[in-house]
């Protein structure tokens, strides 16, 4: 099992819009296509309060790749996406980790 971290840095004012494409249509289509929705942050104390962390969940990294892919080829996706910036782009910009656990990590 491999977790990727991904880091989405909202544009100023489009953090609700982000959250609720997340809440109403992203976390099902990711489900959808294999990826496991592991937890989702925002900053409470300390941070940023324009970020949205998650992490998801995949056998290995060959099931990361085509959970992607099918994700990125959805037209349910794209219907999402250009509906939910029709007033311009949510996301400034993504960071993303494949983390890899320790051997002491109770998650492995």
């Known amino acids: 099992m491999i977790h990727e971290l991904r880091i ?3 544009h100023p004012g489009k ?11 992203t976390l099902g289509l990711f ?3 294999g990826m496991t929705n592991v937890a989702y942050w925002t900053n409470a104390i300390g941070g940023r309060s324009d970020e949205l962390w998650y992490v998801l969940a ?11 892919a099918e994700f990125a080829a959805d037209p349910v996706w794209h219907t999402v996406r250009s509906e939910s910036e029709k007033d311009g782009p949510l996301v400034h910009h993504i960071e993303n ?3 890899a656990p320790t051997d002491y990590s109770p998650i492995r």
């Open 31 to 33: 489900e959808k296509h």
């Open 97 to 99: 980790r494949i983390l």
């Open 8 to 10: 989405y840095t909202a």
């Open 58 to 68: 995949f056998r290995d990294l060959a099931h990361r790749e085509q959970a992607w």
């Open 15 to 25: 953090m609700a819009a982000l959250q609720a494409r997340f809440r109403n249509h």
